[in-house]
């Protein structure tokens, strides 16, 4: 279970960010007469979450030292929020089917991330395969990828389409991710029936480069899964 998106926990915050996720302090209120309240009033956080106006007691701080487990589970977390967090609005917008909102996507992205982290502390690593960028009831569209002689990456993928799933205007996404300057990269030029977009691989710089496509409706409203292809090394 995750809070909304505009706590957005960093390293030093995870004790409270933990706290925040006792429910059992928190309640839902009513407006009365003087409307609802946010901030802090005394041992109480009064908020707002989806139209939902809502209090909670102020975290007491912890006494005792977190034991090795806590230690781990929190550098898995940061791990993770750290590298979703520069494609948190791309994840939002790539999980909003109505299936998909009960909790945010950037939530959803974070907390399926957090049970792949692989390696032991503080040896952790992100298993680039098991991160999901997007979910969605769409035709997938799984890439082909190659660098040709002039450095440029020649993409493709399957045009065809199926009535049930997908459209020929269909919006297709890429997301790259170099490994080596960490630097991230968000395309959108291209639809289903395209089948194939070039793009000038000159400014994502040397490196390893992480690639992931997904698909969107052209009215935006429903999403694919997104798609892992894998890596293209640069310079």
């Known amino acids: 279970m995750f809070v909304p998106d505009d706590c957005k926990p960093v390293a030093h915050s995870i004790n409270n960010f933990i706290h925040i996720l006792n429910f059992k302090k928190m309640a839902i209120y009513v407006k009365g007469a003087l409307g609802s309240f946010s901030g802090k009033l005394g041992n109480v956080v009064g908020s707002n979450w989806r139209s939902i106006d809502y209090m909670r007691s102020l975290p007491r701080p912890s006494k ?129 029936e395209d089948g194939e977009d070039t793009l000038d691989s000159g400014i994502m710089g040397e490196g390893v480069l992480h690639i992931w496509s997904s698909a969107s409706s052209a009215d935006g409203s429903n999403r694919s899964n997104s798609s892992y292809f894998g890596t293209i090394t640069l310079g």
């Open 64 to 192: 005792k030292a977190a034991t090795p487990e806590q230690i781990a589970q929190r550098a898995k977390f940061t791990l993770a929020v750290d590298f979703l967090n520069p494609l948190r609005d791309f994840i939002n917008m790539g999980y909003n089917d109505p299936q998909q909102r009960k909790m945010t996507g950037f939530n959803q992205a974070t907390g399926h991330l957090l049970t792949k982290i692989e390696g032991q502390y503080p040896n952790l690593s992100i298993p680039y395969n098991e991160v999901i960028l997007s979910k969605g009831s769409l035709k997938p569209v799984p890439l082909s990828v190659i660098k040709n002689m002039d450095g440029d990456l020649e993409i493709t993928w399957d045009p065809s389409v199926n009535p049930l799933s997908s459209e020929p205007d269909d919006l297709v996404y890429f997301v790259m991710y170099n490994e080596t300057s960490k630097d991230y990269f968000l395309y959108q030029q291209a639809i289903r």
